[in-house]
Structures are given as structure tokens and as C-alpha cells.
């Protein structure tokens, strides 16, 4: 089976990477390996980055790519979309499954923007995160409705390769995007708000991002791995008139919570206007 991939930035490198770090196994039981995978990009410095790095066959022609595919990866900004797709769309098998990590594009304009029906265009969407690049990715899969149960499991098999992949219907992918492939940003924020808190009481700046981001990581391991509501864990480390609650009420008197829902309902604002 050969996969390819149009783009080779951030995402697409999480995704080859995990699928050769994790020698992912397909349905006929053959292990995932730098021979099945193609990718293209503009650039010639980004195609020989991506060749030396995973060993994967490159090209400048995303219709090469799109025509040897069996599993097409698109992994092009959404304003970018309608160019590559009327470039490759003669080039794309009718059997190709064809995944889409694009924000705020849906499966009916997808396939409309490859002349294709929704109904029978085998076609999955995906949102992805940064954090895939360590191996720590959160994916939401939606498969369209041409797609088949293969195609799902398939999918599924490669966004697992660098995470958690979880399958939700198209209306939640907005949110799915915002509160997973968003969010990052504002984590990376928050952390670079803790150490400075840190520093400003006499921590080194490096032991202090170190001392934040393990923080953050361990909390996070926590609910995922307990299941226990994150308001019950907080209040595990509000002891009554201790230093933690004192600080919570600080949060609070600041709109933290009301700041972060906003944030999540901006940018599903935005992906809605893509």
C-alpha cells in the first residue's frame, strides 16, 4: 500500500513519523515502512529535509503523489485547498481514500472541490495536534459517509500511530479543533505565564519551564489516566486556607475560566468561516 502525502510540514512530519517510530500494521498485516510512503512539498530544501530525515521517496509534483496514493494524505493549509485540489483531482483514483487534516473544511465542500460526490468519495476528515510530534497527539476522525469500515479502521491505525485518535460525527469537529489542535497554543501560554510567576520569586528561568511544563503534563496524565473530573482533582490540591485556593480565587477574580471558554468559541468562530 502506498501512502502519500501533499505537504510536509508540521502535521505531515507527526504523522510520518509515528507511522515509522510505531511500524504501524495494516489490515493485510504488513508493517507501515519508508517504501510505502511519498510525500510532496514546494520547496526543495523542505523535500531533502523530509528524504534524509525518514528515508521516504519526495517530489515537487503533487499530481505524482496523487496518482500513486492509495491512502492521500492532505496536509495543506485550508486557503490552500481549492489550488492543490483542482491540480490533483484528475490525477485521484476513484478506490484512493483520501484523509484531510485541513481546519474548518467539511466533507461536502471537500468533495465538491474535487468534483466528487460525498456520498460515494471515499474521504475521511482528521484534526491532528502539535503535540503528535512527541508522540502525544489527539486526533478527531470523522469518516464521510462513502467511506467504508476498512477505511475507518485504516485511518484510525495511522492517527494512532502518534496518539489518541477519537471518531466523532462532523458537527463537533469544529469544537474538536478548538479544544484539541488549538488548545496547544494556550497551554504553551499558560506555561510561559507559570514560570514567569516562577521567576519573578527567584527561579531560574530553565528550572522554571521545566518545573511548569512537567506540572502541566502530569496533570493532564492524571485525568486521562483516573478518569476523575478535573474539578474534583483540583480540589484534592485546594487544602482549606492553604496557599493553592488562594490562588485559584486569584484565577477566578481574573476570568480565567470565562477567558478560556472564549478562546475555544473564537476559534470555532473562525474554523466556521474558513
Known sequence: MKIGFIGLGNMATAIIGGLLREGTVLADGTAVTAADLIGSAKTEATRQAKATQFGIAVTADNREVAAVADVLVLAVKPQFFPEVTTEIRGAVNENTL???IAAG????????LFGRDENTMRLIRCMPNTPALVNAGCTAVCPGTGATEDDEALCLALMESFGHAIVIPERLMDAASAVAGSSPAFVFMFIEALADGAVEAG????QAYEFAAAAV???????LETG?????LKDMVCSPGGTTIEGVKALEQRGFRAAAMEAVGACVAKAKAL
Request: hydrophobic share 50%.
Open 228 to 232: 476523575r473530573h478535573p474539578g474534583d
Open 217 to 223: 503534563a502530569g496533570s493532564a496524565q492524571l485525568v
Open 98 to 100: 483520501v484523509i484531510s
Open 105 to 112: 473544511l467539511t466533507l461536502e465542500r471537500i468533495a465538491a
Open 203 to 206: 527561579m531560574p528561568r530553565a
